[in-house]
């Protein structure tokens, strides 16, 4: 994974030699907290006066990012430098990481596969911080915390249907029981909104037991990462693969919870996402 942010890097060093001046580049670098001292003698001079290109200026840049002890999120740190400066690039230099899996979204690069990530606007602000926090610690290689902050997220829905509903204390029930639990108060909608494209009820049974079943089962997946793969619980060196598996599950989990509450909060405020 770091290779391919490393790759984005080298695609986008046109972009910043065409768009930053030599000033500029050196800000980006002061403000992405890299040690801006070491390339303080690298100058601009005028003609006739021998001084630094930005090519050059741009390869000690590299030298420093091939010296940090994470190369991928100095990058990502550069990447939301510039854009802090210059955000109408966001869009171009999107379309450039693309070209390697990645995307940038609100100036941080993440990965091009995670899971129906444009449906946060159903989300409550909470829940979209959250998330937006496990994409983020994501891209940074920070896999233990994004798992944190996915089960954050996902603690925070499961908290409030308890609470709405009555349903007791959340911590009494394991984490797969809190999950299905919460989730089987929306029975109801979720088969109002399955008799809106078949009248057979034997139909909508099945459609409301599978899911219902796909959303327990995403709920075990959870709870065994949650156990053995979070920064509150568990192991620091799980494979990053595995995170993305889990991120997908949890956004799985909230999408199918507050896409159906979300169409009932004007009428009803029970369902308060």
């Known amino acids: 994974m770091e290779a391919d942010i490393i790759k984005v890097w080298r695609a986008l060093r046109p972009t910043v030699k ?45 030298g420093l990012i091939a010296r940090e002890p994470d190369p991928g999120k100095a990058i990502q740190n550069l990447i939301a430098a510039m854009l802090e400066q210059k955000r109408y690039l966001e869009i171009r230099m999107s379309d450039c990481a693309e070209r390697f899996g990645w995307r940038i979204v609100d100036g941080q690069l993440r990965p091009l596969d995670f899971q129906v990530e444009e449906a946060v606007n159903d989300f409550s602000e909470e829940v979209k911080v959250l998330l937006n926090n496990a994409y983020r610690r994501f891209s940074e290689s920070d896999y233990s915390g994004a798992m944190t902050a996915i089960c954050s997220a996902l603690d925070t829905v499961t908290n409030h249907l308890y609470s709405v509903h009555d349903l007791g204390n959340p911590h009494d029930d394991s984490y797969q029981q809190r999950v299905s639990r919460s989730f089987a108060v929306l029975e109801d909608v979720y088969r109002h909104r399955f008799s809106q494209m078949t009248d057979d009820n034997s139909e909508v049974n099945k459609l409301w037991q599978n899911y219902r079943g796909s959303i327990n089962q995403a709920a075990y997946v959870m709870g065994s990462f949650r156990r053995n793969a979070s920064d509150v619980h568990g192991l620091s060196g799980c494979p990053p ?20 509450t979300s169409e009932n909060v004007q009428r009803d405020n029970k369902y308060g996402f």
């Open 18 to 62: 065409e768009n930053f001046t030599f000033n500029e580049t050196k800000d980006v670098v002061a403000s992405a907290a890299l040690p801006v001292e070491e390339v303080a003698h690298l100058q601009q001079k005028a003609l006739p006066a021998k001084g630094a290109s930005k090519g050059e200026l741009l390869d000690a840049l590299d």
């Open 241 to 260: 693969q595995l995170i993305r598996h889990a991120i997908d599950s949890g956004t799985f989990i909230i999408r199918s919870i507050t896409s159906e």
